[in-house]
């Protein structure tokens, strides 16, 4: 199943997990709307035929939801009724790290095996240096802040372009680092207003006409970005500053090469740590290899951001 927020490269991961079961001639079903479906029995049977044409699509041929009532013990009761009534032995969770919070507490209630496939644009899971969806999304905001500078140069203005990540800096950072990006705002990182007016005074200074100020969702420098426009604008009138939001469209989209293979590399190892008898894991991807990260492990960290990069953009921003 695939369950909390769709990420570009699930479908990819479906079609792995499919296709590795064919192949260890395992029987594959699929829930639709992550934990919801396993509630309502909502189910189809996957052949690897079933997932024919979906490598390159965005969004989750599943669909998706935040369950309600997988959050309530007799919800998750009727789920252990369904797996036992259709015979499941182990399920396979792709999502992020509200899908494994549920998926732990399911195994520790009723002892149930299950896998982990981390997918969210977010990148913010321990255990893995990406997420399924998290190249696509960078990709999906460079191409949008290349644009928006065409914007910018052409009329001397300051833009700030606020992206995804309610609770992490991830996107912002690397792709605030990959569109060149005068200041990137994360909420990992707190320098303040004062700080941020102080570096663009500097930047004008310095001769720029045009500023790009990326703000992660989840930044606290202003209370919100429409907000912090204000504040900038009304200390630096000589610019003439502009605000966009990202939002959703980052979500979507045909996913990129690196995510395919990642999602490929990922429902593989899924099936086949499975079949060793492993349980209760995350699968990742760390120095170039495929791990595995107990599902307790994951709740309990957090992952960190590159400082290194917040570095680099502050040295390459002069
Ligand atoms: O997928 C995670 C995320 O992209 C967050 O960064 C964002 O705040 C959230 O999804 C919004 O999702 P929704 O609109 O589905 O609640």
Do not use: W
């Amino acid at each position: 199943m695939t369950s909390g927020g769709d990420a570009p490269g699930m479908n990819a991961a479906i079609r792995a997990v499919v296709r590795a079961c064919a192949y260890y001639d395992v029987q594959c079903i699929g829930f639709y709307r992550g934990y919801q479906g396993i509630i309502e029995n909502d189910f189809v049977e996957l052949l690897p035929r079933s997932v024919k044409n979906i490598i390159n699509k965005g969004g989750t041929i599943l669909k998706s939801a935040r369950s309600g009532d997988f959050r309530t013990e007799e919800g998750r009761k009727k789920a252990n009724e369904n797996l036992k009534k259709n015979e499941v032995d182990a399920m396979v969770l792709i999502g992020g790290d509200g899908t494994f919070t549920g998926g732990l507490i399911f195994s520790e209630e009723f002892g149930f095996p299950v896998v982990g496939i981390p997918a969210t644009i977010d990148n913010d899971i321990v255990g893995t240096q990406s997420t399924i969806g998290f190249d696509t999304a960078l990709n999906t905001v460079v191409d949008a802040v290349d644009k928006i500078r065409d914007t910018a140069s052409s009329h001397n203005r300051l833009f700030f372009v606020e992206v995804m990540g309610r609770d992490s800096g991830f996107i912002a950072l690397n792709s605030g680092v990959g569109a060149g990006a005068e200041e990137i705002l994360i909420p990992e990182e707190d320098n303040g207003l004062t700080k941020l007016l102080e570096s663009l005074k500097r930047s004008k200074r310095s001769g720029k006409s045009s500023s790009i100020v990326i703000v992660a969702e989840g930044d606290k420098t202003g209370k919100n970005v429409f907000e912090l426009a204000d504040y900038v604008q009304e200390h630096m009138p000589e610019y003439n500053s502009r605000v966009t939001v990202l939002g959703h469209l980052q979500r979507g989209g045909s996913p990129s090469c690196f995510d395919r293979v990642l999602a490929s590399r990922f429902g593989v190892k899924a099936v086949e740590y499975l079949l060793d008898g492993k349980k209760n894991f995350m699968v990742g991807f760390e120095n170039n290899k495929i791990s595995s990260t107990d599902i307790s492990d994951i709740k309990k960290g957090t992952h960190d951001i590159n400082r290194e990069l917040l570095r680099i953009s502050d040295i390459l921003s002069i």
